[in-house]
């Protein structure tokens, strides 16, 4: 109901962390509508380390889809990047930050919360500032774009999707 909520809203990108081991006909027929109708959906792709979780696994058949896996810095270095264990794979799309993500928490607090959740929304701003600069730009042609930027960070692993998209060059290019 959200998503289609969302849709008759006008909303054009939906940041989605939730997931599920099986397919639900119900919230893919939602999706397929919202990217029929120029919406990206993005979501995270599942914190197990083993197959991609719905919706994230639809990434690769619903075009608007994006399922994201999360990165690390190896041993605290900021240049040496790696896909983290608990990120799945088979269905990824790219790889962002997810690992002691600064994050809001209850109470007034600050904590360091880690999963592709923390993931999905650099993605998810990435989109959004593209999408500020070329409103009408298709799903296919924003991949395009992040490819030509990206780092690839497991060598063609099914973890890391097309890689890291530099979001400086994404933005200026």
């Known amino acids: 109901a959200g998503i289609r909520k969302a849709q008759a809203q ?7 962390s939730l997931g ?11 999706i397929k509508d919202f990217c029929a109708n120029g919406g990206y959906f993005i979501c995270a792709s599942g914190n197990d380390g083993k197959e991609t979780d ?28 790696k896909v983290d264990s608990y990120s799945s794979s088979g ?12 994050s809001a928490l209850p109470n007034d607090q600050y904590g360091e919360l880690t999963g592709t959740s923390m993931a999905t929304p650099f993605f998810s701003g990435l989109v959004a500032n ?41 933005l200026i290019n």
Do not use: Q
């Open 20 to 30: 599920s081991d099986y397919p639900d006909a119900e919230i893919k027929a939602a």
């Open 130 to 170: 593209i999408l500020g600069i070329h409103p009408n730009m298709k799903p296919k042609d924003l991949v395009d774009l992040c490819k030509t930027y990206c780092h690839d960070v497991e060598k063609g692993d099914l973890k890391d999707g097309h890689g890291y998209p530099s979001i400086y060059d994404v």
């Open 91 to 102: 269905t990824v799309s790219f790889v962002m930050p997810g690992t002691l993500i600064l």
């Open 54 to 81: 719905y919706p994230a696994a639809w990434a690769n058949e619903i075009e608007g889809v994006f399922a994201i896996g999360a990165l690390y810095h190896k041993d605290g270095e900021r240049k040496v990047l």
């Open 10 to 16: 006008g909303y054009k990108i939906i940041n989605a």
